[in-house]
C-alpha cells in the first residue's frame, strides 16, 4: 500500500504492510539502468534464472482480487496468469494500440477493470500510460490528458458524467477509444460525451470472476461500399474472442433463443480458477465449465448481449420480480436528467414481502417528474408510491465507482 492511501483513509501503518514508497526508495539509480539494460538485451531464460526462483505455469494464480462487495460478502478471486493474458490478448485484437497510444488511466488496481486494463494492458501490449490516482479528480486528469496526448480512456458511466461537466472538449481531443464497464451506460449519458468529445464511449461488460472482460463493443468497421456493425447502444456488445455466452432459464437451465431475457452464463479461458478458501461458493457460480454470472440478459440475433439486471437487483413485490433498473431508468427519462439522480431498492414490507424505496438526490419539480413517471407506461405494481421517494445529499460508492447497494439498502430502512 501508500503512506499517502493510508493517511487519506485514516489508518495506522501495521509492521506486516509493504509500502509502496519503501520499495521505490530501495531501488538506486545504478540497479535500476542495470535492471532495464538486462530485460532489454538478455534473453527470457536468463532473465528467468536471475530474478525468478521459478518460472510460473499459466495455470497459477497471478493474483486474488476480492469482489466489490456491492450485493454482499466480498470473495477473493484467484484468477490465474492464463485468465489475465487471455483477456489482453483478446483487448489486443479488438483494439489495435501502438507505441504513440497514451492510456489515461484513473481506475484503481484492487479493481479487476483496473487491474487488468490500466496495468497489464498497456505493459503487455506494449503502449504508453498515464497514471492519476484519483478518478473523481476532473480538473487534473484533464489536465494530464491534454499534455500527454492520450489516446485511451477507461471510466465507469459515473466517472463519464463527472468529465463531461469538469473537462473542456480540447483536453479530451486526443482520444481515439473510451471504454466503460462496471454499470449500465445509460444512452444520453454516451450520446453527452459524443456530442463534447467526438467520440462515442464504449460499452463493455465482465466480472472480477471473468478477469474481467467478457463482452464489449467495438468501433463500426466502415469500407466505402459497406459497414459492419460493432457498436449497439445499450448493448454490452459482443463476447470478446475465446468467449462463449449463453442465456438460461434461472430455474430450469433450459437454453433460451433470440431476444429471450434469462440467466447470463459465460465459458472461456478468462473464467477464474476459483474462490479463495471457499469450494462451496466456488461449486455454487460454476455449472460445468460455464460461471454463472448472477446478471439478466438477452442476446439478439446479431449476437449483441443486453444486460437487462441483476438477480439481486430484483425486488418481490406481491409474489412478482420487479426490476429497479428498468424503473430507475424511466424515472430518469421523467427527468430528463444525464446524471444519476435515482436509485431503487428494496426493504421488507409484512403485507407484499417488500417494497420499493426511491433515493434520489436534489432535483427540481419532483411532484412534476413523478406525475410523467406514471405515464410512463409501467406496471402499476413497479411503480413506488410518492410517499416511497426519500431525497440523500449523495449516493454512497465503492472505490470502483459502482453504487454501493448495501449502504444505499441500510439508508432506505432508515
Known sequence: TSKKFLEKLGWRQTPN???????????????????????????????????????????????????????????????????????????????????????????????SFGYTGCLWFPLIAGFGVIYHFSPLDAKRIGQLAKKHRATLLLATPTFLQSYIKRVSADQFSHLRYVITGAEKLRENVARAFEEKYNVLPLEGYGTTELSPVAAINIPDFVKTDSKQQGTKLGSVGHPVPGVLMKVVDPESGEELSTDNPGLLLVKGPNVMKGYLKDEEKTREVMRGEYYVTGDIAKIDEDGFVTITDRLSRFSKVAGEMVPHIRIEESLQEAAGLVERAFVVTGVPDEKKGERLIVLHTAVKDLDGIYKRFQESGLPNLWQPARAAFREIAEFPLLGSGKLDLQALKKEATL
Do not use: W
Not at 528467468?48 to 466480498?74: H, K, N, Q, V
Open 17 to 111: 504492510m509493504v509500502l509502496i514508497e519503501d520499495l521505490a526508495a530501495s531501488v538506486s539509480k545504478s540497479g535500476a539502468v542495470l535492471t532495464y539494460a538486462a530485460c532489454r538485451l538478455l534473453p527470457s531464460f536468463l532473465l528467468e534464472s536471475l530474478f525468478m526462483s521459478r518460472s510460473p505455469g499459466l495455470d497459477d494464480t497471478a493474483t486474488i482480487i476480492f469482489t466489490s462487495g456491492s450485493t454482499g460478502t466480498p470473495k477473493g478471486a484467484m484468477l490465474t496468469h492464463s485468465n489475465i493474458h487471455s483477456n489482453i490478448e483478446a483487448l489486443g485484437q479488438l483494439y489495435k494500440m501502438d507505441g504513440d497510444d497514451r492510456l489515461m488511466a484513473v481506475l484503481p488496481f484492487f479493481h
